[in-house]
Nanobody, 120 residues
Framework: QVQLVESGGGLVQPGGSMTLSCAAS????????MGWYRQAPGKQRELVAT???????NYADSVKGRFTISRDYIKNTVYLQMNSLKPEDTAVYYC??????????????WGKGTLVTVSS
């Protein structure tokens, strides 16, 4: 069974920093790409950042220059370093990964989400 478990999140002041982590667990995982999405109250879920095998990254315009996505291929973990946080970054952040196993074709998996609140 494939699982994505996020950690991090919480309350941070505007201008502050926070790091989110997401670890994929399961047997014989083959991970194609990992990423972060977020959903603010009353809004649709949106892409924040993605990273694919080989290290190519993609960022939403709203977070470019402030957020950095990285990945530990041995630990099957993706990180999101968030700097210069703004109140509009407040949202539930979801980890996403495209994963195949020995018995399953590549599928999209989602974490349960972690709340980030940027407020003074």
């Amino acid at each position: 069974q494939v699982q994505l478990v996020e950690s991090g999140g919480g309350l941070v002041q505007p201008g502050g920093s926070m790091t989110l982590s997401c670890a994929a667990s399961g047997s014989s995982l083959s991970i194609n790409g990992m990423g972060w999405y977020r959903q603010a109250p009353g809004k649709q879920r949106e892409l924040v950042a993605t990273i694919i095998n080989g290290g190519s990254t993609n960022y939403a315009d709203s977070v470019k220059g402030r957020f950095t996505i990285s990945r530990d291929y041995i630990k099957n973990t993706v990180y999101l370093q968030m700097n210069s946080l703004k109140p509009e970054d407040t949202a539930v952040y979801y980890c996403n990964a495209e994963i195949a196993t020995m018995t399953l074709s590549p599928m999209d998996y989602w974490g349960k989400g972690t709340l980030v609140t940027v407020s003074s």
